[in-house]
């Protein structure tokens, strides 16, 4: 019953598998994910209510429709599973929301001018459905350079935060968002973004969207750089 009510794949959808960085860590991109993804737009628009829900996202957020969290669950259960060892015995549950940025450089937190995790628990897989097009930029994934970490654990979290803290790299003379390699970071991916394609990568790996220094930071969904941003969360040991 649940399958006739989901959304169905397009049928065009194609997908590449990357292996990134010095840790290896998977990469998915999936293009023409959602046969009709222009009704996630449309919902978006007829039911908006978003709202800043936490103090990191540099932006607003809405909750999705519920059965957004089962496509990705029922469709793309195989690949999680081969590329990501997320099987589904093992996934404890997930959330989806619309996303839009819209706060402008100068009213920044510190801690949103840098790349940043989601999850340190390992197993844990972030997914971003792009809803624009690729002038409202894509996501880049990041190492940080002094320490050599990638994927931030709970055994290295307490490192890392100190080496950023000690070597001045929430110091800033003018706030910017992260948009390439800088002193302290370095990118070592970027996927532009592509109206209705879905990348899926660790949680804990460190990212940013690419937010240009031009950027139009417009609060129409139908418009500005709408994302459907999903969080799969694994079992704990």
Do not use: W
């Amino acid at each position: 019953m649940l399958d006739s009510l989901l959304p169905k794949l397009h049928p065009e959808l194609s997908y590449k598998f990357y292996s990134v960085g010095n840790e290896g860590t998977p990469l998915l991109v999936i293009d023409n994910f959602i046969q009709d993804a222009q009704s996630l737009v449309n919902f978006c628009v007829a039911n908006t209510c978003f709202n800043k829900v936490d103090n990191f996202y540099p932006g607003l957020r809405m909750a999705a429709p519920p059965r957004y969290i089962h496509v990705i669950n029922r469709y793309l259960a195989e690949l999680m599973s081969n590329i990501f060892g997320l099987t589904q015995d093992r996934i404890a549950g997930g959330k989806s929301l619309y996303s839009m940025v819209v706060t402008p450089p100068e009213q920044l937190e510190i801690k949103q001018c840098l790349p940043h995790i989601d999850s340190y628990l390992s197993g844990d897989l972030a997914c971003v459905h792009y809803l624009c097009g690729k002038e409202k930029g894509g996501t880049s994934l990041y190492r940080h350079r002094k320490t050599g970490y990638e994927k931030i654990t709970s055994e290295t979290i307490d490192h890392y935060k100190q080496t950023v803290m000690d070597e001045g790299a929430l110091i800033f003379d003018r706030k910017s968002y992260m948009n390439g390699s800088n002193t302290y970071f370095e990118q070592i991916a970027s996927v532009d973004a592509i109206f209705n394609r879905m990348i899926i990568y660790p949680s804990n790996i460190l990212h940013s969207g690419n937010i240009a220094p031009d950027f139009d930071f417009d609060p129409n969904p139908a418009s500005g750089r709408l994302t459907l941003n999903s969080f799969i969360y694994s079992k704990r040991p």
